[in-house]
């Protein structure tokens, strides 16, 4: 036998059979079809031995019966498998500068005066660093000078007095540069050109002339070309 305690409805109904049986109490009989409106319900009443309606879906193991699905509780918590994400790389920059990019343009200092020597062939005559020249030397190539020359040197083509070197002698080329020291006379048939290193003493003849920051250039100069008479040039003693 099962006992299940009284709900509240059934509580509402007593009282009110308990309120309809207090006038019979004070003396005041009722008629016997209106005694008992509604019929009067124990505290405590037997129930079937069926299952109550709050156990309608468990199963035998204690969970949901088939067909009936409930929501995950709050506690649970899911987990998600990190993806690889990949990075855009940024957008290429506009082809046009209006569009967002402002052109720039930077200002490149000339480049400085290139002391080497210039590279030489199977026609260059050398004058090396140790070596020392006296007399008249003629080539059909170019001559450089690294040591020291007295004398004459002819040449073809260019003749070059590499920085350190010695010449005391008159240099008759079609391009002449000077980056050492040269005492005597220069004859270029194209241009002059002394090295900011280069130290010039003597008369100096050629149509173009270019002297660097810190050379130094003492003695008639004449600006005419070389195969002119001495007499029609312009001249100037620096």
Sequence with gaps: MI????????????????????????????????????????????????????????????TPAEGISFPPSRSETQEVAPQDTEIAPPPPPPSHPSQGYQETRQWQAPAPAQTSPPAGDASTSVISKNAHWNGTLRSEGSIQVHGKADGELHSDTDLYVAEGAEVDASLHADSVVVAGLVRGKIEARTRLEV????????????????????????????????????????????
């Design 3 to 62: 006992f299940r305690r009284e709900n509240r409805g059934e509580s509402f109904q007593r009282q009110i059979s308990n309120l309809r049986q207090k006038p019979q109490s004070e003396g005041q009989p009722e008629d016997d079809d209106q005694q008992y409106d509604y019929e009067p319900y124990d505290s405590y009443e037997q129930e079937s031995d069926e299952p109550s309606d709050t156990n309608r879906f468990a199963t035998d193991q204690g």
């Design 195 to 238: 090295m900011p290193q280069g130290e010039v003493t003597g008369d100096v003849r050629s149509p173009k002339l270019i002297v660097h920051e810190g050379a130094t250039i003492s003695g008639q100069l004449k600006m005419e070309d070389v195969g002119r008479s001495s007499g029609g040039g312009t001249g100037s003693t620096l």
